[in-house]
């Protein structure tokens, strides 16, 4: 427990905001109120991560353009990031800019900083999305892909049981590589799988019978079933031997990519396509969007809708019917 408390101090340290000068010069409430912020607001690390950099191109921009104090941004100055943006990034991308920064304006009007907060009235670009974007494989091209991953050695086990725990649970990567040994348990007659998802949920999912032989294989190979307390998913060094050191969201990214083309499957796909796949692959075989959605811990069908992709293929005959 130690340890693993101390990797999380590690991580959240490295982290941590830096306060930039428009802040600073609000003086030292201001920026214990900025740093506050991030500590006591966020508690997902990813969305932390994501907001750190939202602010800060915020306050970059404002400062480059005149701003010298909080106190002197108002709600055109904010209006006027949001078209920016507008220029260069999608509208997902531009409304999280924006709730980042009403959310630090917020904090900063109820600690004093400030007297209003200038997003309050900013409106953001409509995004309306009724099917996801994210590249999905067909259950046979996961089947090649999983199939093509050379099980002779420690790496090849390993990839294979985080891509087939992604496919057979639904898990976000994140919560994936975050897992430790223990998170991998058995309860009664049945294995389980421990995910930390968004908000800082806690899931438990049954391990489908081929995640589960993974698993196993992965463990046994690795000698790391005794470690309840450290990662799961674990680095590879250049001889061969698993690391203390967890796989970070990247990895896992890389080896996907890899493992994509060394199987000629297309390279678009990414981590988040087994999330996608394994929903897709779920419903073609007769299960419901409220099963679905229990097993993804999605808050909404909606949003178990958009991997929902069992409706894509438009058949020829249905295209044959516009008779002009």
């Known amino acids: 427990m130690e340890k693993s408390l101390a990797r999380k ?30 500590a006591a607001q966020i508690r997902n690390a ?36 949001i078209e920016d943006l507008l220029t ?45 974007k994210t590249p999905v494989l067909t259950a046979g091209e996961a089947r090649q892909l999983l199939d093509s991953i050379d099980v002779e050695s420690v ?10 725990l992604m496919v057979y649970s639904f898990a976000r990567v994140s919560a994936a590589v975050s897992m430790q040994v223990e998170d991998y348990f058995q309860e009664g007659k049945r294995s389980w799988f421990r995910l930390r998802e968004k908000g800082g949920k806690e ?32 680095t590879i060094d250049r001889h061969g ?18 493992r994509a083309r060394q199987a000629a499957i297309p390279e678009r796909i990414c981590c988040h396509s087994f999330r996608a796949t394994g929903i897709t692959a779920y419903l073609e075989n007769g299960g419901t969007i409220e099963h679905a959605q229990a097993i993804a811990a999605h808050e909404s069908p909606r949003t178990t809708k958009l991997y929902d992709r069992t409706g894509d293929e438009i058949t020829l005959d249905e295209i044959e019917r516009i008779l002009v």
């Not at 306050?59 to 904010?78: A, T």
């Not at 090849?156 to 891509?163: E, K, M, P, T, V």
């Not at 031997?241 to 890899?258: E, S, Y």
Request: charged residues 20%.
């Open 155 to 164: 790496i090849g086990l390993r990839d294979r049981a985080l891509i087939g």
């Open 88 to 132: 260069a990034y999608a509208a997902p991308t531009v409304k999280q800019h924006l709730a980042a920064i009403r959310m630090l304006f917020d904090w900063l009007v109820v600690g004093h900083i400030i007297e209003t907060n200038p997003a309050s009235s900013v409106r953001g670009p409509k995004h309306i999305v009724k099917r996801g």
């Open 9 to 38: 101090r590690q991580a959240g340290a490295a982290s941590a905001p830096v306060v930039p000068a428009l802040v600073r010069a609000g003086g030292e409430k201001a920026a214990r109120k900025f740093l506050e912020f991030f």
């Open 46 to 81: 990813n969305t932390r991560e994501a907001y750190t950099r939202a602010v800060a191109s915020f306050l970059d921009w404002s400062e480059s353009r005149g701003v010298r104090q909080l106190c002197e941004i108002q709600p055109i100055v904010v209006a006027g990031y």
């Open 203 to 234: 899931h438990v999912v049954p391990a489908h019978h081929n995640a589960q032989a993974y698993l196993d294989g992965y463990l046994l190979a690795a000698r790391i079933a005794g470690d309840n307390e450290s990662p799961l998913f674990r």
């Open 241 to 258: 031997r698993t690391t203390a050191r967890g796989m970070t969201r990247n990895d896992a990214l890389r080896m996907v990519k890899r």
